[in-house]
C-alpha cells in the first residue's frame, strides 16, 4: 500500500489552496470519472510525498509542476521522488502549468495514451477489478 495517513493533514490543506493549473486539470480532465471512467484524487499523500492527483486502479500519479520546478535544486528532487515512486510500481507523469493551461487538449490526448499503455500492461486487469467493485 502505497497511501502515506502520515501526510494526511498536510494532503487537506493542499487541496484547499490547489494551484489554477491544478483547478484547471481536476475540473477539466479528471474529476468524476472523466478520464475514461477513472477515479482520481487530488492532493493524495503516497509513499511521505503528496501527489498532485492519483489513481490507485491505475497505479498513476499526475504532477503539475511550476516554475519552482525548473530550478535544478528541485528538478533533482523531482527526480528523487519520481525514482521512489516508480521503485513502489507507480506510473509517474509530470505536465507544467503552462501546458495545462494553455494545451490542455494535448494534455488529455496524452493521458488517454498513457491510461491505454498501463491497460494494456496490465492486461486491462484495473478495469476489471474496478468494474467488479460497483
Known amino acids: 500500500m502505497v497511501y502515506d495517513p502520515g501526510k494526511r493533514a498536510f494532503a487537506k490543506e493542499l487541496r484547499q489552496r490547489m494551484t489554477r493549473a ?15 471512467g477513472y477515479g482520481f484524487h487530488r492532493q493524495y499523500p503516497v509513499a511521505g510525498y503528496v501527489a498532485d492527483f492519483y489513481c490507485s486502479e491505475l497505479s498513476l500519479v499526475i504532477e ?6 525548473g530550478i535544478p535544486e528541485q528538478a533533482q528532487h523531482d527526480l528523487v ?6 521503485g513502489l ?15 490542455l487538449e494535448q494534455v ?3 493521458l488517454l495514451v498513457l ?18 467493485r460497483r
Do not use: P
Not at 491510461?115 to 467488479?132: F, H, L, N, P, Y
Open 22 to 36: 491544478e483547478v484547471h486539470l481536476w475540473k477539466h480532465a479528471l474529476r468524476a470519472g472523466m478520464l475514461k
Open 64 to 69: 503539475v509542476d511550476g516554475g519552482i520546478h
Open 81 to 86: 521522488r519520481t525514482k521512489k515512486l516508480e
Open 89 to 103: 510500481g507507480l506510473s509517474v507523469v509530470r505536465f507544467t502549468n503552462e501546458r495545462v493551461l494553455f494545451e
Open 108 to 110: 488529455r490526448e496524452e
Open 115 to 132: 491510461v491505454d499503455r498501463i491497460e494494456k500492461e496490465a492486461g486491462d486487469r484495473s478495469r476489471a477489478i474496478w468494474q467488479d
